[in-house]
């Protein structure tokens, strides 16, 4: 059974930072492409970045690029992946969850895409 648990949220101010980061077990994380989700109250879950099995491509929504950067531990052995959020704005607020695609589906920003989810992680910011 594939878990995937996030730790690492909580409340910045305006234009500060938090690491999210994203376990996995029970499963072969190395061969999982990973993704990180977010959603705001009332609001849908929306992409945010998404890294490669290999960790050679990454993608992000324009939202947060150059301030977020997806990353997994060298040679995925800590079968964990981070995502540093720097700049933070208020509009960031929300949970975020991150997920594990088995399959390596070419459509790297849809949720349906992911197979296994976390929990989510309260990411919350203040202005």
């Known amino acids: 059974q594939v878990q995937v648990a996030e730790s690492g949220g909580g409340l910045a101010q305006a234009g500060g930072s938090l690491r999210l980061s994203c376990a996995v077990s029970?499963?072969?994380?190395?061969?999982?492409?990973m993704g990180w989700f977010r959603q705001a109250p009332g609001k849908e879950r929306v992409f945010v970045a998404a890294?490669?099995?290999?960790?050679?491509?990454?993608?992000?929504a324009d939202s947060v690029k150059g301030r977020f950067t997806i990353s997994r531990d060298r040679d995925n052995a800590g079968n964990t992946v981070h995502l540093q959020m720097n700049s933070l704005k208020p509009e960031d607020t929300a949970v975020y969850y991150c997920?594990?695609?088995?399959?390596?589906?070419?459509?790297?920003?849809?949720?349906?895409?992911?197979?296994?989810w976390g929990q989510g992680t309260q990411v919350t910011v203040s202005s």
């Open positions: 029970g499963g072969t994380f190395s061969q999982y492409a």
């Open positions: 890294i490669s099995w290999s960790g050679a491509s990454t993608y992000y």
């Open positions: 997920a594990a695609d088995p399959w390596g589906s070419t459509n790297r920003l849809a949720p349906a895409s992911y197979d296994y």
